[in-house]
């Protein structure tokens, strides 16, 4: 992604907000029956969920006694002129990351997920419904119904049954928790779950439960997530088109969550969630839902997308931007600690269906798109939002769509995890197209843009000596833009709580770093003081005092700095065929060698650091609770080779393990083996290995005088090292502390 390039799709985008971006980097498109997964890394189709046809849902027979007028009557008109002969998606949303059983596990399989009903006289009355992957669902096939056992029902039953069962708008909401929970990560399903909210053509908006699953593996022969109707309610008199989460609430306050709703009707409302019952839920309740604000719209347009936010200066407050098939849109704001809502203003931003609305910078910022194409960024000026230029220059090569001249229309925008890029699909004319190639393969495009660069305040001055200096040629009011924005996004990802995620970060300070290494090299070095709480000056003075602060820091910050190390810095020097420092330096010379070595001894003094972290907790954890794991024998061998002063205890402890010989009963190797032969591979370090042989059947000797070179530890153990620390930081440093007290 050193240059965004666009995704072309072979099936056409129908309905609004097309496109989402989840927290875990993967692009999802909305395209006729069927669900697109892009990487933005590689933007190719990575994968594809069809929904496949079925036949209509048996609801009822009308009782047509009487000379059939019940046919005639109006609210079976829609059924009438239907003509659609297949699915089509109407509406996709990610779930929060933890909620699959294959979380943080990289795996190109995605699960179909069906509806199944059981009781048809009472249907949305009783909890009745489950949602079960198509893959785990065991039990008996439903029976066909044939035409002869069906209810005979009125027409008004016919259509309100089947408005039951015709969803438009769905939305995932935040991580509910029965407790707080300092992690990033859900730790346990018995009291992880998100609320996934689905709204219909009844006006009724249904609530399911899911749970963050017990255990995460790649196995399919596992359990799913438990899921459940826990809330059914009525919300509008028309369809339900749109939907928005958010949780709020300052530091010292538990989290609230909110619910907008938008309707055909053009009618809007904010409602409050009470998760509490929700979460405790064992069957399907009325009241989960209060009324928090009706919201009083200029016409009755339809609403088309609804977006929901907290400003980071306001955490208090809800920021709503309501989009209408009008093509404006209307923002207001309520402050839910004083109950004040205020009506900010409509602003006529476009001339067809607004398809998209997304906050980005802490809602700072909001960016807007309609079907008829266009794209706009919108920022606050005072109490009210002004429009703004979109950046015109971005990091790296510009990129280019195929026939950009046949785009006429707009179906949805999202945002990154770190904010610094946009995803919008578009749909192609196909009268602009030659239709015996382009015609039949160029559908839709999903285009990633650059907005790393984004104004947001027009009154800070944005004059930058560095970056007149570094970049000549670039506007020096985005670059400025674009270095207060990297490390602004950076200071956010140094709570524990938020998913670790800086892709779009990374790939920018790469793209920077081709035609600009000095302007990249300052940003590094003020977030690394931003980091450390450094008050060195910005200078490579700086990288060599840095290992010495290391200590008194937070994992996170530390896998910050780990992060940029490996991948913006040294990429380019630490390939597979490389390992450690002498072989990176290899080749270099003068100020590059200084400056790449500096970097590989903060590198390797933050990894050591995190590494002592992990091996204290995992074996203070098995030598007072009894609770071990795969790689801790490695981990014992590496701090009997790397112990500190401060962590002598903790040998002691280690010696005292082995003169009591619990290796033996352990269910876990010592050693790890050679996946070329069976030599063990004894522990040498953790970055790579020398295995001792495969011994012939004899047992004289190793065959063909065989050692492989393998990166056992690369793969074990610092596997361990990163999924543990990053998915419980909080409590690591929590413990580090007391570990470190107690050793004084």
Same mark, same amino acid.
């Given at each position: 992604?050193?240059?965004?390039?666009?995704?072309?799709?072979?099936?056409?985008?129908?309905?609004?907000?097309?496109?989402?971006?989840?927290?875990?980097?993967?692009?999802?498109?909305?395209?006729?029956?069927?669900?697109?997964?892009?990487?933005?890394?590689?933007?190719?189709?990575?994968?594809?969920?069809?929904?496949?046809?079925?036949?209509?849902?048996?609801?009822?027979?009308?009782?047509?006694?009487?000379?059939?007028?019940?046919?005639?009557?109006?609210?079976?008109?829609?059924?009438?002129?239907?003509?659609?002969?297949?699915?089509?998606?109407?509406?996709?949303?990610?779930?929060?990351?933890?909620?699959?059983?294959?979380?943080?596990?990289?795996?190109?399989?995605?699960?179909?997920?069906?509806?199944v009903s059981e009781d048809h006289e009472n249907l949305g009355e009783k909890?009745?419904?489950?949602?079960?992957?198509?893959?785990?669902?065991?039990?008996? *096939?439903?029976?066909?119904?044939?035409?002869?056992?069906? *209810?005979?029902?009125?027409?008004?039953?016919?259509?309100?049954?089947?408005?039951?069962?015709?969803?438009?708008?769905?939305?995932?909401?935040?991580?509910?928790?029965?407790?707080g929970n300092d992690v990033a990560f859900p730790s346990s399903s018995s009291n992880?779950?998100?609320?996934?909210?689905?709204?219909?053509?009844?006006?009724?908006?249904?609530?399911?439960?899911?749970?963050?699953?017990?255990?995460?593996?790649?196995?399919?022969?596992?359990?799913?997530?438990?899921?459940?109707?826990?809330?059914?309610?009525?919300?509008?008199?028309?369809?339900?088109?749109?939907?928005?989460?958010?949780?709020?609430?300052?530091?010292?306050?538990?989290?609230?969550?909110?619910?907008?709703?938008?309707?055909?009707?053009?009618?809007?409302?904010?409602?409050?969630?009470?998760?509490?019952?929700?979460?405790?839920?064992?069957?399907?309740?009325?009241?989960?839902?209060?009324?928090?604000?009706?919201?009083?719209?200029?016409?009755?347009?339809?609403?088309?997308?609804?977006?929901?936010?907290? *400003?980071?200066?306001?955490?208090?407050?809800?920021?709503?931007?309501?989009?209408?098939?009008?093509?404006?849109?209307?923002?207001?704001?309520?402050?839910?600690?004083?109950?004040?809502?205020?009506?900010?203003?409509?602003?006529?931003?476009?001339?067809?269906?607004?398809?998209?609305?997304?906050?980005?910078?802490?809602?700072?910022?909001?960016?807007?798109?309609?079907?008829?194409?266009?794209?706009?960024?919108?920022?606050?000026?005072?109490?009210?939002?002004?429009?703004?230029?979109?950046?015109?220059?971005?990091?790296?090569?510009?990129?280019?769509?195929?026939?950009?001249?046949?785009?006429?229309?707009?179906?949805?925008?999202?945002?990154?995890?770190?904010?610094?890029?946009?995803?919008?699909?578009?749909?192609?004319?196909?009268?602009?197209?030659?239709?015996?190639?382009?015609?039949?393969?160029?559908?839709?495009?999903?285009?990633?843009?650059?907005?790393?660069?984004?104004?947001?305040?027009?009154?800070?001055?944005?004059?930058?000596?560095?970056?007149?200096?570094?970049?000549?040629?670039?506007?020096?009011?985005?670059?400025?833009?674009?270095?207060?924005?990297?490390?602004?996004?950076?200071?956010?990802?140094?709570?524990?709580?938020?998913?670790?995620?800086?892709?779009?970060?990374?790939?920018?300070?790469?793209?920077?770093?081709?035609?600009?290494?000095?302007?990249?090299?300052?940003?590094? %070095?003020?977030?690394?003081?931003?980091?450390?709480?450094?008050?060195?000056?910005?200078?490579?003075?700086?990288?060599?005092?840095?290992?010495? %602060?290391?200590?008194?820091?937070?994992?996170?910050?530390?896998?910050?700095?780990?992060?940029?190390?490996?991948?913006?810095?040294?990429?380019?020097?630490?390939?597979?065929?490389?390992?450690?420092?002498?072989?990176?330096?290899?080749?270099?010379?003068?100020?590059?060698?200084?400056?790449?070595?500096?970097?590989?001894?903060?590198?390797?003094?933050?990894?050591?650091?995190?590494?002592?972290? %992990?091996?204290?907790?995992?074996?203070?954890?098995?030598?007072?609770?009894?609770?071990?794991?795969?790689?801790?024998?490695?981990?014992?061998?590496?701090?009997?080779?790397?112990?500190?002063?401060?962590?002598?205890?903790?040998?002691?402890?280690?010696?005292?393990?082995?003169?009591?010989?619990?290796?033996?009963?352990?269910?876990?190797?010592?050693?790890?083996?050679?996946?070329?032969?069976?030599?063990?591979? *004894?522990?040498?370090?953790?970055?790579?290995?020398?295995?001792?042989?495969?011994?012939?059947?004899?047992?004289?000797?190793?065959?063909?005088?065989?050692?492989?070179?393998?990166?056992?530890?690369?793969?074990?153990?610092?596997?361990?090292?990163?999924?543990?620390?990053?998915?419980?930081?909080?409590?690591?440093?929590?413990?580090?502390?007391?570990?470190?007290?107690?050793?004084?």
């Amino acid at each position: 992604m050193s240059c965004f390039q666009s995704a072309v799709v072979a099936l056409r985008t129908v309905y609004p907000k097309a496109v989402v971006w989840s927290e875990e980097n993967l692009v999802a498109v909305a395209c006729g029956a069927a669900v697109i997964i892009l990487n933005p890394h590689n933007p190719k189709v990575r994968g594809v969920i069809t929904v496949p046809s079925s036949k209509r849902f048996p609801t009822g027979k009308i009782d047509v006694d009487g000379g059939g007028a019940d046919l005639l009557n109006g609210c079976l008109l829609p059924y009438h002129l239907s003509r659609e002969t297949r699915p089509c998606v109407r509406s996709i949303s990610w779930s929060p990351a933890g909620l699959a059983k294959d979380a943080g596990l990289y795996q190109d399989k995605i699960l179909q997920i069906r509806v199944v009903s059981e009781d048809h006289e009472n249907l949305g009355e009783k909890n009745n419904w489950q949602i079960v992957s198509s893959s785990f669902y065991e039990g008996d *096939p439903l029976e066909e119904v044939t035409e002869d056992c069906l *209810p005979l029902i009125s027409a008004q039953q016919y259509a309100s049954r089947n408005e039951m069962l015709m969803s438009l708008i769905i939305a995932w909401s935040p991580i509910l928790e029965t407790s707080g929970n300092d992690v990033a990560f859900p730790s346990s399903s018995s009291n992880c779950c998100s609320i996934l909210a689905v709204g219909g053509k009844c006006g009724k908006i249904s609530l399911w439960r899911v749970r963050a699953p017990e255990c995460y593996s790649t196995d399919n022969a596992g359990h799913a997530s438990e899921v459940r109707l826990v809330g059914l309610e009525k919300v509008h008199d028309s369809w339900i088109t749109a939907i928005s989460w958010v949780g709020y609430g300052s530091n010292d306050s538990k989290t609230q969550f909110a619910l907008a709703t938008g309707s055909s009707d053009g009618s809007v409302k904010i409602w409050l969630v009470n998760g509490e019952k929700l979460l405790k839920a064992s069957e399907v309740i009325n009241d989960s839902l209060s009324l928090l604000r009706e919201v009083a719209t200029v016409d009755s347009s339809m609403i088309s997308v609804l977006s929901l936010t907290v *400003p980071a200066r306001s955490p208090t407050k809800l920021f709503l931007a309501i989009g209408k098939s009008s093509g404006s849109f209307e923002l207001c704001t309520l402050d839910t600690s004083t109950d004040k809502f205020d009506n900010v203003g409509c602003y006529n931003a476009h001339d067809s269906t607004v398809s998209g609305l997304a906050w980005a910078f802490d809602g700072r910022c909001l960016y807007s798109c309609s079907q008829n194409n266009s794209l706009k960024s919108w920022i606050f000026v005072g109490d009210s939002l002004s429009e703004v230029s979109l950046p015109r220059s971005s990091p790296g090569l510009k990129s280019s769509t195929e026939f950009a001249h046949a785009l006429d229309s707009c179906f949805g925008l999202s945002v990154s995890p770190g904010n610094l890029a946009v995803a919008v699909v578009r749909r192609y004319d196909s009268d602009l197209l030659d239709p015996m190639y382009e015609g039949r393969s160029h559908k839709s495009a999903v285009e990633f843009l650059w907005v790393g660069g984004q104004q947001l305040d027009p009154s800070v001055v944005t004059s930058s000596e560095i970056a007149k200096e570094t970049f000549p040629g670039f506007p020096e009011k985005e670059l400025t833009w674009w270095e207060m924005n990297i490390l602004g996004r950076l200071n956010k990802y140094e709570n524990p709580n938020r998913l670790l995620n800086i892709f779009d970060i990374v790939a920018a300070l790469r793209a920077f770093k081709q035609s600009a290494p000095k302007y990249v090299e300052h940003i590094l %070095l003020k977030c690394l003081a931003s980091c450390l709480g450094s008050k060195c000056e910005i200078s490579r003075k700086l990288l060599s005092e840095a290992p010495k %602060l290391l200590t008194m820091h937070s994992s996170r910050q530390l896998h910050l700095i780990n992060i940029i190390s490996r991948e913006v810095v040294l990429k380019e020097f630490m390939t597979e065929n490389v390992s450690g420092k002498e072989h990176v330096l290899e080749g270099l010379s003068g100020d590059k060698k200084e400056e790449i070595n500096l970097w590989m001894d903060l590198l390797l003094s933050c990894e050591k650091e995190l590494l002592l972290r %992990l091996v204290s907790i995992s074996i203070s954890a098995e030598e007072f609770s009894g609770v071990g794991g795969d790689g801790l024998p490695q981990m014992k061998q590496w701090l009997l080779q790397n112990v500190k002063d401060e962590y002598k205890f903790l040998a002691a402890e280690i010696r005292e393990v082995k003169k009591r010989k619990l290796e033996e009963t352990s269910e876990h190797e010592v050693h790890d083996r050679c996946h070329f032969c069976t030599g063990v591979v *004894p522990f040498e370090s953790t970055e790579y290995a020398t295995c001792s042989g495969s011994i012939d059947k004899t047992g004289t000797g190793f065959k063909d005088g065989a050692h492989h070179f393998v990166r056992h530890a690369q793969v074990s153990f610092r596997f361990q090292v990163f999924r543990r620390v990053s998915y419980s930081q909080a409590y690591f440093d929590t413990m580090l502390s007391l570990l470190r007290h107690t050793s004084t």
